[in-house]
C-alpha cells in the first residue's frame, strides 16, 4: 500500500502552514503536495494554546488560529487544502524514513514516497521522568505542547476552581500557564532550580520585574529547588508536591514546562545533526539533497552571528518555512536564509519582544516601575541584542532594526543614557 507526492511535509505545525501557502503562492499543482502530521487538525499557531486558549472567557478555539493567521495573512482551514490540492494526511504518525529510497513508513503500514520532504517536526515536551520522576500520566498533570495536551489543561482548571496549581520550571511556557491559571482564580506556586524566572534570556534585573508583577498578582515562588515526587490519592490523581528542600506544596493540579526535545528521532543515522537537531545549509537543506529541515527542529546558520543555531520561536518557524520552499521551487532566485532571532511572549497585560542574543555585557533602560523599559545586549564592542517590554509598534521595529545592524558601541554609559532613543534615532 502506497502513495507518492513530488513534496512532502513531514509534520503539520507551524512551519507546515507557512510552507503550504508559500507552495500555493509559488504555484503548486494540485495532486502535488502532502502534508502528514501526527495531529488531527490542520496546521495552527501554537502559541495561541499558553496564551488565548486558556482564558476563561472568550477562549480562542479553532478555527479561528489555523496557518497562517499569526502573520495576516490567509487562514488555512481543511477547506482551503482541498480547495489547493493539498492531501492533508492528519491523524498519522510516521514511524519511519528511509532518506535513500525516499519513502515514509506510517504507523497504518502505508508507504508514502516523495521527490522532496520538508522535515517539520518540531519539538516535543521534556517528560518528568526523564529526570527520574514518575508521575507524568497522572490525570492532573498537564504539559503544553499540543492541542490534546491545552484540552487536558483546560480539563484541569475546570476541575480546580480556587484551587491549587504547582507549575514546575520557569521558562516561557511555566510563565505563561503561571498567568493563564491566575486569570483563571486559581491559587499559583511556581518551582524552579534557578534563582530567577526565564533564566536563559531575562537578567536577573528583568526578571525581577516579572517576578514581582507576578507576587503582586498572588503568585508565589520557590526558587532553587527541584521536584522529587508526587504525593498521589488512591484515584492516581496528584494531591502534592514533594521538593527537594522538605518542602512539600498541596497541588489539585501540576503544569510541568521543563524545556522541549527537538523530533530528530526519524532520521537520526540518515541526516548530519548539530545542536540538536537537523543540520541545514542556508537555503534549509539537509546533507541529503532530497531533504530540507524547518522550524524547531532545524540547525541552521544565522547569519548575524556566523554560528550554527537552532531556534525554539515560531518567528523562525514561519519564515524558514516559506524560505525552504522558496529554495525549493526557485533555486536561482533563492539567497540563503538571513533572519534576526525573534522572540515575544505576551502575559496579563505585560507584552515583550527580543531580537537577536543576549550575550555580552547587558545595558539596561527606561523606567522599571513603569511599563517601558528594556535591555541591550553588548558583546565584542558590538550591540548584539535587544529586549524591550511594552514597546509601540515603532519602537519594536526600531529595536528589531538596530539589533540587525549590529552596531559599534564604544560608550555603556552614554548608550544607557540613551536608551530606546539610540534605536529610535536610526
Ligand atoms: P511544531 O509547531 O511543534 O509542529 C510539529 C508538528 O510535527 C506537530 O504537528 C507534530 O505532531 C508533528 N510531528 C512530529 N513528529 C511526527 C511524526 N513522527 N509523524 C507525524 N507528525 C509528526 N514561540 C514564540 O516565539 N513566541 C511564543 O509566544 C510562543 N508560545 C508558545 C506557546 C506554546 C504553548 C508552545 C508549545 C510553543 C510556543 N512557541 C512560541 C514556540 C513555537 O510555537 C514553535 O517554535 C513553533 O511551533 C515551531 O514550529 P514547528 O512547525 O517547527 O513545530
Not at 503562492?25 to 494554546?49: M, Q
Not at 503568585?219 to 488512591?234: C, H, I, P, R, Y
Not at 545586549?377 to 509598534?393: A, I, M, Q
Amino acid at each position: 500500500m502506497g502513495r507518492a507526492f513530488v513534496y512532502v511535509i513531514l509534520g503539520g505545525g507551524v512551519a507546515s502552514g507557512y510552507a503550504a501557502l508559500e507552495f500555493t503562492k509559488r504555484g503548486v499543482s494540485h495532486g502535488e503536495l502532502c502534508i502528514i502530521s501526527e495531529e488531527t487538525v490542520a496546521p495552527y499557531e501554537r502559541p495561541a494554546l499558553s496564551k488565548g486558549y486558556l482564558l476563561p472567557e472568550a477562549p480562542a478555539r479553532l478555527p479561528a488560529f489555523h496557518t497562517c493567521v499569526g502573520a495576516n495573512q490567509e487562514r488555512l482551514t481543511p477547506k482551503w487544502y482541498k480547495e489547493h490540492g493539498i492531501e492533508l494526511v492528519l491523524g498519522t504518525r510516521v514511524i519511519s524514513a528511509d532518506v535513500r529510497r525516499r519513502t515514509l513508513l506510517t504507523a497504518a503500514g502505508e508507504t508514502i514516497s516523495y521527490k522532496i520532504l520538508i522535515v517539520a517536526t518540531g519539538a516535543r515536551a521534556l517528560k518528568l521522568e526523564e529526570f527520574g520522576v514518575n508521575g507524568s500520566d497522572a490525570e492532573n498533570v498537564c504539559y503544553l505542547r499540543n492541542l490534546t495536551d491545552a484540552n487536558r489543561l483546560v480539563d484541569a482548571m475546570n476541575s480546580c476552581s480556587r484551587g491549587n496549581a504547582v507549575i514546575i520550571g520557569g521558562g516561557y511556557i511555566g510563565m505563561e500557564c503561571a498567568a493563564s491559571l491566575v486569570i483563571n482564580k486559581i491559587n499559583v506556586t511556581m518551582v524552579f532550580p534557578e534563582a530567577q524566572c526565564m533564566p536563559r534570556l531575562f537578567t536577573p534585573k528583568i526578571a525581577s520585574f516579572y517576578e514581582d508583577y507576578y507576587k503582586a498578582k498572588g503568585v508565589e515562588f520557590v526558587k532553587g529547588t527541584v521536584l522529587t515526587s508526587f504525593d498521589m490519592d488512591s484515584n492516581g490523581k496528584v494531591v502534592a508536591v514533594n521538593l527537594r528542600d522538605g518542602k512539600r506544596l498541596p497541588a489539585d493540579m501540576v503544569v510541568v514546562g521543563i524545556g522541549i526535545r527537538p523530533n530528530t528521532s526519524l532520521f537520526e543515522g540518515q541526516l548530519t545533526m548539530e545542536k540538536g537537531g537537523i543540520k541545514v545549509n542556508g537555503k534549509m537543506q539537509s546533507s541529503n539533497s532530497s531533504v530540507y529541515a524547518v522550524g524547531d527542529v532545524a540547525a541552521f546558520p544565522v547569519k548575524l552571528f556566523s554560528e550554527t543555531r537552532r531556534l525554539e520561536h515560531v518567528d523562525s518557524a514561519r519564515k524558514s518555512a516559506r524560505h525552504a520552499v522558496s529554495a525549493i521551487m526557485d533555486p536561482e532566485k533563492t539567497g540563503d536564509f538571513d533572519v534576526v532571532p525573534f522572540f515575544y511572549s505576551r502575559v496579563f497585560t505585560l507584552s515583550w519582544q527580543f531580537y537577536g542574543d543576549n550575550v555580552g555585557e547587558a545595558v539596561h533602560f527606561g523606567d522599571f516601575s513603569g511599563n517601558t523599559f528594556g535591555a541591550y545586549w553588548v558583546n565584542k564592542g558590538h550591540l548584539v541584542g535587544s529586549f524591550l517590554e511594552g514597546g509601540t509598534k515603532e519602537e519594536y521595529e526600531a529595536i528589531a532594526m538596530i539589533t540587525s545592524l549590529k552596531p559599534a558601541i564604544e560608550d555603556l554609559t552614554k548608550l544607557e543614557s540613551q536608551g530606546l532613543s539610540y534605536a529610535m534615532a536610526v
